[in-house]
């Protein structure tokens, strides 16, 4: 799972949270193995990544697809590490 995002945009901590909070839950609920990994990236870092992404951050990627932009929703994000 990766989120891409900025440093001080209050949207990514944002969904930073949100991003953790799930992973807790579902990792304390499932004792999910391995353990999920949630990759951070900035726009800032990465010119592909800026020209790709720079109107919708945050974006929260699961196998390299967009599954959430701009706020992450913590039930779909649940429902997405069930498989439902």
Request: charged residues 30%.
């Amino acid at each position: 799972m990766t989120l891409i995002g900025k440093p001080g945009c209050h949207l990514c901590d944002d969904a930073r949270a949100v991003v953790q909070g799930v992973i807790a839950e579902f990792e304390a609920a499932t004792d999910a193995a391995p353990r999920i990994v949630l990759d951070e990236r900035s726009i800032l870092d990465d010119a592909q990544l800026h020209a790709r992404y720079a109107e919708e951050i945050p974006v929260l990627l699961i196998d390299g697809e967009v599954h959430d932009f701009w706020r992450v929703d913590a039930t779909r994000l649940r429902a997405a590490l069930l498989g439902d």
